[in-house]
């Protein structure tokens, strides 16, 4: 494993491994303007929600690590503290990421990539017409990390209107993350997207407790099949399959395999473990255990 100091690493070389690492990572498309009402706008990866109650967002326009001097946008919210926070989503990625050119502050950056601004309802910067989702924020406070080239300044908002497109709604006029269609930074030029080809579901463990990969038998635990991530998914699971289940599945599903493979116990067991390998990867959890402790159920 490779090993660094960061304070050993030119500043450079220490942001291409950080970005590299940390991904991927949502994009704020940040709309401000300065104390003439001149607009502009300029993506940032360095963005997240920290909170909603109060609803806070945070981005980090950071200092040129050529130059060290600050963007547009930070000189922009120290002037005037709104901002309006547009979603990126993949019909709107390369005019995304041609407004991060470096234009001039007197140039805006809605006429060189052709979005259209809308008029936010309480606050002066404009709304990305074509965004499927807009935060109108203002910002409460602005947190400088240092003075030299790379450096972040935390632009801390919060948000006082939110406008969303009834395209991306589902229908309990939620948004559905499959119509949502979001892009997201990755290191150097690379970008990822967000669709249903490479999204899946895991149920959050909030509201439940696994058993846990310690309470996992011994025989499954130390399978040449499983992975540890798949152990965590067995993991996952409130109680095991009663015998009766078991035994049930067994007769419907895994007979013909147990016939087969009657007088070879190892061959067995290996198999059993392959075809809970390709329930867990379907998140066919209950399934999965079934099949691991039909090995030695009657």
């Known amino acids: 494993m490779l090993t ?5 690493l030119e500043i450079p070389v220490l942001h291409k491994y950080l970005l590299g ?17 001149v607009d502009n706008l300029a993506p940032f990866s360095f963005f997240n929600v920290f909170s909603a ?16 001097a600050t963007k547009d946008t930070y000189n922009n919210v120290k002037e005037v503290p709104e901002v309006v926070i547009n979603v990126v989503n993949y019909d709107i990625v390369h005019q995304m990421s041609l407004a991060s050119s470096p ?6 950056e809605f006429e060189k990539t052709g979005l259209t601004p809308l008029n936010s309802e309480l606050i002066k910067p404009k709304r990305v017409k074509e965004s499927p989702v807009q935060f109108e924020c203002k910002v409460i406070e602005v947190k400088e990390l240092g003075t030299g080239g790379g450096a972040g300044n935390l632009i801390i908002c919060e948000v006082v209107k939110i406008h969303i497109a009834e395209e991306v ?9 499959k119509k949502i269609d979001l892009v997201s930074r990755m290191g150097g030029n690379w970008y990822c997207r967000a669709d249903e080809h490479s999204m899946f579901e895991i149920e959050k463990p909030i509201t439940t407790i696994g058993i846990g990969y310690d309470a996992i038998p011994e025989d499954i635990r130390s399978s040449e099949i499983l992975s540890a991530n798949d152990l965590g998914q067995l993991g996952g699971i409130e109680a095991l399959p009663d015998e009766t289940d078991v035994n049930e599945y067994k007769l419907l599903e895994l007979s013909d395999l147990f016939m087969e493979l009657e007088d070879n116990a190892s061959a067995l067991e290996i198999e059993l ?12 959890l ?11 159920n009657g």
């Open 53 to 68: 109650n109060p609803p806070i967002l945070i981005f980090s326009p950071a200092r040129s690590g050529r130059t060290g």
């Open 21 to 37: 690492a940390i991904g991927p990572r949502p994009i704020a498309f940040a709309s401000t303007v300065d104390k003439n009402g």
């Open 4 to 8: 660094l100091d960061p304070k050993e």
């Open 286 to 296: 209950e399934d999965a255990w079934k099949t691991l402790l039909a090995f030695n």
């Open 169 to 177: 709604l589902d229908d309990k006029q939620m948004i559905d993350q």
């Open 103 to 108: 234009f001039s502050p007197e140039v805006s």
């Open 273 to 284: 473990h392959k075809k809970a390998k390709e329930l867990l990867k379907q998140n066919n």
